[in-house]
């Protein structure tokens, strides 16, 4: 009887261990819902959604060339992008916004693009009609996106004096990628990104002319720029079809020519102040001011110099009658000296 009871508890462990295992709920992702699925142009619509990270920013946009599951094609170049709002995430996860309704650049099949501009990079599309705009096709994918970086990676280009003055540095990031599809990929559009600490890449479009056929290389390079000013490390990101295949490092220098510029003007100017104001000092001020004596004392008055200068002597004075002026000594000549008497001998002591 033990013995019974002991194989019918064996079964049941057996029984158990061969049944499937309940599969898990997983975690819902981000969600997006419109308050109307068609609209026209200076319309409003309500986008609201779900499962997003709380805080993170989103970017709201009516886009052409779209369709849930396949994207955007062409990226935000078809996107009506005046016309976009942003909103931010709760503490929920949730978010809800009013949209104008606006045309794209690109005929419909349009899609309500929402997207993570800071933090987790999700993207949703909704699919959204914009009554009495253009419907075409959607154009046939270039490739099916199995591009692969294939060498080093490297940014090429220097700075020059004007980014040693505060100009946007700019550099190329070159790399080599790879087909490893089955059908060529014609004019990717690969998205540049760069950011600096903590803060996410905000990326930008770039579109490299050429086709890479199956099981070919190419060598791509891609334009990329910073903002005026900038200094310290940042992080180049290449990403295409929403895979990131490059990251790259770059250690801009800090433009020490603004800093210089900033320490001559904080000396110049000040010296230059000064200067007018003591001009301007020397014109208002009286050219004399009056000796300031104690009373019942007097101050000698300091003499010109015109005064202090020595006479030069002057001329005889001549009478008006007078034709030639007046002998030089000896008072009297040889010939009018009177002659004394030759009988009458000298004596000394007489004239």
Not at 12 to 32: C, E, I, K, N, R
Not at 163 to 168: L, R, S
Not at 272 to 278: N, P
Not at 280 to 298: E, I, K, L, M, Q
Request: glycine share 12%.
């Amino acid at each position: 009887m033990r013995w019974t009871h002991t194989a019918g508890a064996l079964l049941v462990a057996l029984a158990l261990a061969l049944l499937p295992a309940a599969p898990v709920a997983a975690a819902p992702g981000p969600t997006v819902e419109l308050s109307q699925a068609e609209g026209g142009k200076g319309g409003e619509i309500t986008v609201s959604g779900s499962g997003w990270k709380p805080g993170a920013l989103l970017m709201l946009l009516i886009c052409g060339q779209g369709a849930p599951g396949k994207g955007v094609i062409g990226g935000t170049n078809s996107c009506a992008n005046t016309d976009g709002r942003a909103a931010t995430v709760d503490a929920r996860g949730a978010f809800s916004a009013k949209l104008p309704v606006a045309e794209p650049p690109k005929p419909c099949p349009c899609v309500v693009h929402v997207a993570g501009v800071t933090g987790q990079q999700d993207a949703v599309d909704r699919e959204f009609t914009v009554a009495g705009h253009p419907v075409a096709p959607l154009p046939e994918a270039s490739g099916d996106g199995r591009l692969a970086v294939l060498a080093t990676v490297r940014l090429d280009g220097s700075s020059g004096l004007l980014v040693w003055f505060g100009a946007p540095p700019r550099r190329e990031i070159v790399f080599t990628v790879g087909n490893l599809g089955s059908a060529p990929v014609k004019d990717p559009v690969f998205q540049v990104g760069t950011s600096h600490g903590v803060f996410a890449p905000q990326y930008e479009e770039r579109q490299w002319r050429g086709t890479v056929d199956p099981g070919k290389k190419a060598l791509v390079r891609l334009p990329v720029e910073l903002t005026a000013g900038a200094h310290g490390d940042y992080q180049v990101s290449v990403r295409y079809a929403d895979k990131v295949l490059v990251e790259q490092p770059w250690g801009v220098g800090r433009p020490w020519g603004v800093t210089l510029f900033w320490l001559l003007l904080a000396v110049v100017v000040p010296a230059a102040l000064f200067r007018i104001g003591m001009a301007v000092v020397d014109r208002v001020r009286p050219a004399t001011s009056p000796a300031r004596t104690a009373p019942g004392h007097s101050r000698a008055r300091p003499r010109p110099l015109a005064r202090l200068r020595t006479r030069a002597p002057e001329p005889a004075r001549r009478d008006p009658g007078d034709d030639e002026p007046t002998a030089a000594l000896p008072w009297f000549s040889p010939d009018s000296a009177p002659s004394a008497p030759e009988s009458s001998p000298t004596t000394k002591g007489h004239a």
